[in-house]
């Protein structure tokens, strides 16, 4: 079946270094493929997002490049700052099935510190 | 502002009680889900409706029950027969049921046994 390995964490930082959060993902056919952030006690938001190979995915500074030829979607930011703390997940969703049904990582949490 | 709202934040179970969790979207979304989401781990999915009247079980549908009576309605109900209850339950929605669309989320319910 499907399945999303994600860096293992907690991952600390100071701020204004350099972020990189690696995932990668089994699955048939072309999947969609997703990056959530979770802030302490809400639910998931949407921070960006990649449909096909090559595809880049950007959003308030943050960017993944769905690679298809590694199966990787690694997370990066060039400058991280107190207010990224968060637990951030990969997840992907096959082309033909309901979105709901994504496949989820384990989440990697990230402490940036002053 | 349109979006998904659980209630209540926190909730406790007594033994052989059944609770049930609320979750009201106004996006007009025809998908919704229900998650479970425990410490260090991915989200589960638990059950899913595409349509008013219809749901389907999910990876871990075992000792919860829901219904789906109105649109913008899905109730999560958390059985006697759930013998690890607690976790943080997510529900979600989305625009459609295609593989690329977004997953929009709610702040969650968690759920303690006393």
């Known amino acids: 079946g499907d399945s999303v390995t994600q860096m293992e964490g907690p991952v600390t930082l100071s701020e204004e270094a350099f972020l990189t959060i690696n995932c990668t993902y089994t699955a048939t056919g072309y999947p969609s493929l997703f990056w959530y952030v979770q802030y302490p006690g809400e639910g998931l938001q949407l921070l960006l997002k990649?449909?096909?190979?090559?595809d880049k995915g950007s959003n308030k500074g943050f960017e993944a490049t769905y690679r298809k030829e590694t199966t990787s979607f690694h997370l990066e930011k060039g400058s991280v700052q107190v207010s990224d703390s968060a637990v951030y997940f990969c997840a992907l969703s096959p082309y033909n099935t309901n979105a709901g049904k994504s496949t989820f990582g384990d989440g990697t949490t990230l402490t940036v510190k002053p | 502002d349109g979006g998904i709202t659980q209630s209540p934040k926190y909730l406790f179970r007594k033994e052989g009680q059944n609770v049930t969790l609320s979750c009201e979207q106004n996006l007009n979304h025809d998908a919704m889900y229900w998650y479970r989401q425990d410490p260090g781990q991915g989200l589960r999915l638990i059950y899913y409706s595409q349509i008013v009247n219809d749901f389907q079980k999910g990876d871990i549908a075992e000792g919860y029950s829901v219904s789906r009576e109105k649109k913008e309605s899905f109730p999560l109900t958390v059985t006697s027969a759930q013998k690890n209850p607690t976790a943080f339950y997510l529900c979600?929605?989305?625009?459609?049921?295609?593989?690329?669309?977004?997953?929009?989320f709610g702040s969650g319910t968690q759920l303690s046994v006393l």
């Open positions: 979600a929605s989305s625009p459609g049921q295609g593989g690329s669309e977004k997953l929009f």
């Open positions: 990649a449909t096909k190979a090559d």
